[in-house]
């Protein structure tokens, strides 16, 4: 390179400055610099929004992909449970009115009806054994009382009683009771 290519390309890079140094000198230019500088900073900013912003959204989308899952499996557990609950409330519902109809039907047979006939009937005897001036009369009195004792006691602590125990009475025997009043029948009969 000579010299004088080299002053040419100075003389050229001078009168580049100063048409640099002249643009730059007006307010115009100054402010297109600073507008420049502020849109390159926000169009960066935004940027790294815009990138924290899709990372934030396929976070989300993410959860609630799982929360969906999750939703499901758990209405798939109820529908489950509830399907089992209500098959167990059928089958208890068909059991306690079949136990209800069996109930019914054990206290309609006769051997449970004669054996409440034979219980008032005990109870009778022995009422009338404790006032037995008259036998008609105190037979009356005494199975009315004896019915009346038995109705009561269908429902209260005697029947768990007579369940538990079944010899709990509160009267002796049959086979007792039978020999006792036919001794007091012969001795009413011998006494007339």
Wanted: charged fraction near 30%; aromatic fraction near 6%; charge should be negative.
């Amino acid at each position: 390179m000579t010299v004088s290519t080299w002053i040419l390309a100075v003389r050229g890079y001078v009168e580049c400055m100063d048409l640099f140094v002249e643009i730059m000198s007006h307010p115009f230019t100054w402010g297109l610099l600073v507008g420049l500088v502020l849109i390159v900073w926000l169009w960066r900013s935004m940027r790294k929004d815009v990138i924290h912003l899709r990372k934030e959204l396929e976070r989300i989308r993410e959860e609630k992909d799982d929360l969906t899952r999750h939703l499901n499996t758990q209405l798939k557990i109820n529908a489950k449970g509830n399907e089992v609950l209500e098959k167990q409330v059928e089958e208890l519902k068909e059991q306690n009115e079949n136990l209800r109809h069996n109930l019914n039907a054990s206290q309609q047979k006769a051997g449970k009806a004669e054996l409440r006939r034979l219980e008032v009937m005990e109870a009778a005897v022995s009422a009338m054994r404790e006032n037995a001036p008259g036998f008609a009369p105190a037979w009356e009195r005494a199975m009315r009382d004896a019915e009346n004792e038995q109705e009561a006691a269908e429902g209260g602590l005697k029947k768990l009683m007579r369940k538990v125990v079944p010899s709990f009475r509160a009267t002796p025997t049959i086979s007792t009771q039978s020999k006792e009043i036919e001794a007091e029948v012969q001795s009413e009969k011998e006494s007339d």
